[in-house]
């Protein structure tokens, strides 16, 4: 029941995702869906600590309603690509405005 709802939320934008920017290399990654920002909360520390030991340096979190595009935005593509990354909580899913 938990994975059919946070598949719901998630299908209409309003899962909770985990956005993870790196200085090094310049990289953006999106972690989830999470049904609550407390469960996203709940499991951070752990994907930040596996990008650590790869080797990631400068690393901010973010905690937020979107519904990512892509999971791993590289450095090439951010300059090209930042906006349409997610889609915010408050809009309508791209898929309904065509």
């Not at 209409?12 to 407390?38: D, H, V």
């Not at 600590?49 to 790869?54: A, F, M, P, R, Y």
């Not at 951010?78 to 065509?98: D, I, Q």
């Amino acid at each position: 029941m938990k994975e059919f709802l946070t598949n719901l939320l998630n299908y209409l934008g309003f899962a909770w995702w985990i956005e993870i920017l790196t200085a090094n290399p310049r990289c953006t990654y999106y972690f989830g869906p999470f049904l609550s920002a407390k469960e996203a909360e709940a499991q951070k520390d752990g994907y930040i600590q596996d990008l650590e030991g790869e080797g990631a340096q400068g690393i901010k979190f973010e905690i937020l309603r979107c519904k990512p595009d892509e999971l791993t935005v590289e450095d090439e593509d951010l300059g090209k690509k930042t906006e349409l990354v997610v889609s915010s909580a408050l809009t309508p899913p791209t898929e309904f405005l065509t």
